[in-house]
């Protein structure tokens, strides 16, 4: 049991759609990464919260997108899904220092048809 | 894109014997950890080692570090069927974000009863 929730499990979208994954970290963890991790692959970091304010982001383009709130959940935004966008997405959390042990949630399996 | 490579990409062992993968790493970093992931589920942090530190242990797990070879392995000694996960270990960068999580592509490893 990681304490960090994600929301939905799975979900079917069409190419060209929007998809809104959420998170739930344990309570002061303020810094909060999203990864996607395709089929056979390693997870690709996506982009990093903390303290609402995004501090770091990966080779990922624009359309997607982030939002972390004051109660420890956050978001990730997919716009004009494509094929490849087919994935499990992670959420991590962590309170801040370095070695702090990061939390992972269960994943969020994003089917793009 | 991945910074570090899992070795071997698959491993099957019997139950009772010694598991061994090896990491290498392109940069230098802050610290490396290793995570293990059931069958497309979340990641569960196993254990973390510094830059100065040389190895750890970790109940059945012990992990080396080699900064001049920028190479990592992970033993678990006495396998078990429940250890049938795939394994990745991931580097947090020197002077970048703690929180940036570098993986390879794993290791799927396969414990035989």
């Known amino acids: 049991e990681t304490g960090v929730t994600q929301s939905p499990t799975h979900l079917i979208k069409t190419r060209g759609q929007q998809v809104t994954l959420r998170c739930s970290s344990q309570s002061g963890h303020n810094t909060v990464s999203w990864y996607q991790q395709a089929l056979g692959q390693g997870p690709q970091f996506i982009f990093q919260?903390?303290?609402?304010?995004?501090?770091g982001r990966g080779n990922f383009p624009p359309r997607f997108s982030g939002l972390q709130f004051p109660n420890y959940s956050s978001e990730l935004n997919v716009n004009a899904l494509e094929l490849d966008d087919s994935a499990l997405y992670l959420c991590?959390?962590?309170?801040?220092?370095?070695?702090?042990?990061?939390?992972f949630g269960e994943g969020s399996w994003l089917t793009v048809v | 894109s991945q910074q570090g490579e899992e070795d071997p990409q698959a491993l099957s062992i019997q139950e009772g014997e010694n598991a061994t993968m090896n990491c290498s790493y392109k940069t230098s970093i802050n610290n490396l950890q290793w995570y293990r992931q059931n069958s497309g589920r979340g990641l569960v942090h196993l254990i973390l080692?510094?830059?100065?530190?040389r190895e750890k242990h970790s109940g059945r797990l012990r992990v080396t570090l080699d900064t001049s070879k920028k190479s990592s392995s992970l033993l678990i000694t006495a396998s078990r069927a429940a250890d049938t996960a795939s394994y990745f270990c991931a580097t947090v960068n020197s002077g970048g974000s703690n929180y940036k999580l570098t993986f390879g592509k794993g290791t799927l490893l396969t414990v035989n009863p």
């Open positions: 919260y903390y303290r609402e304010e995004e501090n």
């Open positions: 991590a959390s962590s309170v801040p220092g370095s070695g702090n042990t990061i939390y």
């Open positions: 080692i510094r830059s100065n530190e």
